[in-house]
Structures are given as C-alpha cells and as structure tokens.
C-alpha cells in the first residue's frame, strides 16, 4: 500500500503545477493555503483528533499528501467563494483530481485515495 500511495503522491504532484499554470493564464494569482497535515498534530488518517472538524477530518486527504487548498486572487481581492474558483475545479477534474467546490469546499483540490477525497 506505500508503493501506492508514494505513486499516487507523486501523480498529485505533477499536476499541480498546471493547475496553478492554468491559474495563471486565467488572470488570476494563487497562494498556497493549507497544505499537508502532520498527522502528530491532526490525528492519523482515519483517525480523528480535537483539533476543529476540518482539520481534524479522520479522512482527510491533506493528511495523505494528497491535497491543497489554494488562495485565489484577482486584481488584488481575495476571492473566498466556491464559484470563484470553478473554472480551475473544472480543469482540475478533466485532469482526474477531486474539487471540493462539489462540497462546498471550493479552494480544495486533491487526489482521492481509497474513499478520502
């Protein structure tokens, strides 16, 4: 199961920068939110911990180094809707990555990995 997810970590990796490339060619500029997980912080994956419900989500793929949140940006505004960042959910998802806009967690971007998204 690690050779498998070494891979799939891999794979999540080298998309990532034709996400942000695509960003870019849209107009927008793109910081890095949260990022990995340190499961001595936020629990193991499938395991829980008391840190607030999305960061401390048992399933959580950020723990698996399977997951970003980017900050969209536009003429200098901070764009925090779902909405705002469909046109890269979309891209994102015609590449095989999962976008949390499709729960209401727009800025997410990920692989999944045995259920976790």
């Given at each position: ?56 989500s ?16 536009k ?24 976008w ?18």
């Amino acid at each position: 199961m690690a050779s498998k997810l070494l891979e799939r970590q891999f794979e999540f990796l080298q998309m990532l920068p034709r996400l942000i490339d695509y960003a870019h060619k849209l107009g927008y500029q793109v910081t890095i939110g949260d990022a990995y997980r340190d499961p001595r912080v936020f629990g193991a994956h499938g395991q829980s911990s008391n840190t607030p419900v999305a960061y401390g989500s048992h399933k959580s793929c950020h723990k698996l180094r399977l997951a970003i949140d980017l900050n969209l940006f536009k003429d200098g505004k901070m764009l925090a809707r779902s909405e705002d960042h469909e046109p890269l959910g979309l891209y994102w998802e015609s590449l095989g990555g999962s976008w949390g806009g499709r729960f209401g967690d727009g800025n997410h971007y990920s692989l999944s990995w045995e259920g976790s998204k």
